[in-house]
């Protein structure tokens, strides 16, 4: 049985401005925390928070690039200068892009690692200080089963979502002295714009077995729901398809 209550926590939330990030802070609102959404579209983000507020709880934005530093540095800021704490941090942004090896570019790679890899790092690295100080604090990597298991025409892809997993497996080793329970969600595939136009076609995602974003926040704020002294290091969902 869970025990922890979500209500008056704050979240963070990356990628936040669609699919399983829109769709994540939604589900943290209805349990009555209070959200710290960012992603680059800011009209999308307005709209987010707007919606949270529908549901009695507070929110806030900011937008920008989450393989940016000063992202990361500002959003940070922003949850401290408006709820003076941060309890849980979901790294959600990403990108995909299904592509064969020699089709790949460096480009490509960058594009890649810096959106999957890089903002997981860069709020994970600003955020961890103060769950160190405070000694409590909830870090979810949103990986894939891409992170598990290597697939054709994704290595790129697949790289960069094995590194979130092993990043979150030596973090977890790390900051449990601090009580900061680390954890990675790894989905299979869901309906959501992800590597539309890069793989993935608006009819292939509609007529598919794939998951709802809505289906996948349920297990991410499931990971965040149980006692204290527990926590869920690593977790696969898929469809059933």
Not at 85 to 101: E, S
Request: aromatic share 6%; charged share 15%; glycine share 8%.
């Amino acid at each position: 049985m869970t025990t922890t209550t979500l209500q008056g926590k704050v979240v963070l939330i990356t990628g936040a401005s669609a699919g399983i990030g829109h769709a994540t802070a939604l589900a943290f609102a209805r349990l009555g925390a209070r959200l710290v959404v960012t992603a680059r579209r800011a009209e999308r983000l307005a709209d987010l928070c707007t919606q949270i507020e529908t549901l009695g709880t507070q929110a806030v934005f900011y937008a920008g690039d989450a393989a940016e530093e000063a992202t990361a540095e500002q959003t940070i800021a922003l949850a401290i200068q408006t709820f003076g704490q941060l309890d849980i941090l979901i790294n959600n942004a990403g990108a995909g892009n299904y592509k064969n090896l020699t089709e790949t570019t460096t480009a490509d790679y960058d594009q890649l690692m810096d959106a999957n890899m890089k903002s997981s790092f860069l709020f994970t690295r600003h955020a961890t200080p103060l769950m160190i100080a405070q000694q409590s604090g909830i870090i979810q990597f949103i990986s894939s089963i891409a992170g598990l298991q290597g697939y054709a025409g994704e290595a790129v892809y697949c790289a960069t979502k094995f590194a979130q997993v092993g990043f979150a497996q030596a973090l977890d080793a790390e900051l449990r002295k601090h009580n900061i329970n680390v954890g990675c969600i790894c989905p299979g595939g869901t309906k959501t714009e992800f590597a539309l136009g890069k793989g993935r076609t608006e009819d292939y995602i509609r007529n598919s077995h794939m998951m709802e974003p809505e289906h996948v926040a349920e297990t991410i704020v499931y990971a965040c729901l149980q006692p204290t002294n527990t926590r869920i290091s690593q977790m696969t969902v898929r469809h059933m398809g």
